[in-house]
């Protein structure tokens, strides 16, 4: 890794912040270019996000990524938004502008459908999709979906309330549904996507009958860690086209990477191993 006075910063703001990839990422592009630069995990506490943002241009950062819990509380403290990250109500990017405004965008959706397209390539979006969860991640997939073409999303999530308040503001492509008719709401489906944290690492496993999903339907878990989840095992048993959610993480940071390094980064095989070492 080059790293001189002149060096381009970013960094990854969360809390906590010590489990997330994107350092990995973005230092495999940085070292792979040959940048004179460096990306940081930066701890913050939500209590510090403002005085943290602020602070970027004054320690020449050129943007930061946004993770859990401030890419909700970040739409009020950037100078200007994409209409993307005003539609999802949450920022994942933020960029430094030459004046020292600040950016926001959301990158979740442009990864998520861009790892689906890449691995799953005979999706096809005519077909209805059934959508676990109603949080962040979620309203990010409700967006990219809706925009590649997407009639009908069936979402269900825990909290009955939350679902309904998504499909109240996406409109009539989505169409909230209870959750305990999650295993019904498979049938004739073209994908099903788990957006909840169900089957991570130390959360509660994901109680789902694949039985009624059709058979060429794709599955996608936004869960990496384990990187292979129970519902991907599950899937896959069934000769189901599977996709983790490593790949999405990986894809969303391409704009940012690009906007504060100025090189395009690609989304290989070699970065994907890498990436997952450890996982």
């Given at each position: 890794?080059?790293?001189?006075?002149?060096?381009?910063?970013?960094?990854?703001?969360?809390?906590?912040v010590a489990h997330s990839r994107s350092p990995r990422i973005h230092g495999y592009w940085l070292e792979e270019k040959g940048i004179d630069g460096a990306y940081l995990p930066l701890a913050v506490r939500p209590e510090n996000l403002d005085a943290a943002l602020a602070a970027l241009p004054v320690l020449g950062f050129r943007g930061c990524n946004l993770t859990a819990p401030h890419k909700e509380a970040a739409l009020a403290r950037t100078?200007?938004?994409?209409?993307?990250?005003?539609?999802?109500?949450?920022?994942?990017?933020?960029?430094?502008?030459?004046?020292?405004?600040?950016?926001?965008?959301?990158?979740?959706?442009?990864?998520?459908?861009?790892?689906?397209?890449?691995?799953?390539?005979?999706?096809?979006?005519?077909?209805?999709?059934?959508?676990?969860?109603?949080?962040?991640?979620?309203?990010?997939?409700?967006?990219?979906?809706?925009?590649?073409?997407?009639?009908?999303?069936?979402?269900?999530?825990?909290?009955?309330?939350?679902?309904?308040?998504?499909?109240?503001?996406?409109?009539?492509?989505?169409?909230?549904?209870?959750?305990?008719?999650?295993?019904?709401?498979?049938?004739?489906?073209?994908?099903?996507?788990?957006?909840?944290?169900?089957?991570?690492?130390?959360?509660?496993?994901?109680?789902?009958?694949?039985?009624?999903?059709?058979?060429?339907?794709?599955?996608?878990?936004?869960?990496?860690?384990?990187?292979?989840?129970?519902?991907?095992?599950?899937?896959?048993?069934?000769?189901?086209?599977?996709?983790?959610?490593?790949?999405?993480?990986?894809?969303?940071?391409?704009?940012?990477?690009?906007?504060?390094?100025?090189?395009?980064?690609?989304?290989?095989?070699?970065?994907?191993?890498?990436?997952?070492?450890?996982?």
């Amino acid at each position: 890794m080059i790293l001189t006075g002149a060096a381009r910063l970013a960094g990854v703001m969360g809390w906590p912040v010590a489990h997330s990839r994107s350092p990995r990422i973005h230092g495999y592009w940085l070292e792979e270019k040959g940048i004179d630069g460096a990306y940081l995990p930066l701890a913050v506490r939500p209590e510090n996000l403002d005085a943290a943002l602020a602070a970027l241009p004054v320690l020449g950062f050129r943007g930061c990524n946004l993770t859990a819990p401030h890419k909700e509380a970040a739409l009020a403290r950037t100078d200007t938004l994409s209409e993307t990250a005003r539609r999802i109500g949450a920022v994942n990017t933020v960029t430094v502008a030459d004046d020292g405004a600040l950016h926001g965008d959301n990158t979740d959706g442009f990864g998520f459908v861009s790892h689906l397209r890449q691995e799953a390539q005979g999706w096809e979006p005519a077909l209805p999709v059934a959508m676990l969860g109603a949080g962040g991640a979620a309203r990010a997939v409700v967006d990219a979906l809706s925009a590649a073409g997407v009639a009908e999303i069936r979402l269900l999530n825990r909290t009955g309330e939350r679902a309904a308040a998504l499909a109240e503001e996406a409109g009539e492509t989505v169409r909230p549904l209870a959750w305990e008719r999650r295993a019904e709401a498979l049938a004739d489906c073209g994908l099903l996507v788990n957006t909840t944290n169900l089957g991570q690492v130390g959360k509660p496993a994901l109680d789902l009958d694949l039985g009624r999903l059709p058979a060429d339907a794709v599955v996608y878990d936004l869960v990496y860690a384990p990187l292979e989840t129970d519902l991907l095992k599950a899937a896959r048993t069934r000769g189901h086209a599977t996709v983790d959610g490593l790949g999405m993480l990986i894809h969303q940071a391409r704009p940012g990477f690009a906007a504060w390094f100025g090189a395009e980064a690609e989304a290989t095989a070699a970065l994907r191993s890498f990436a997952a070492e450890g996982l």
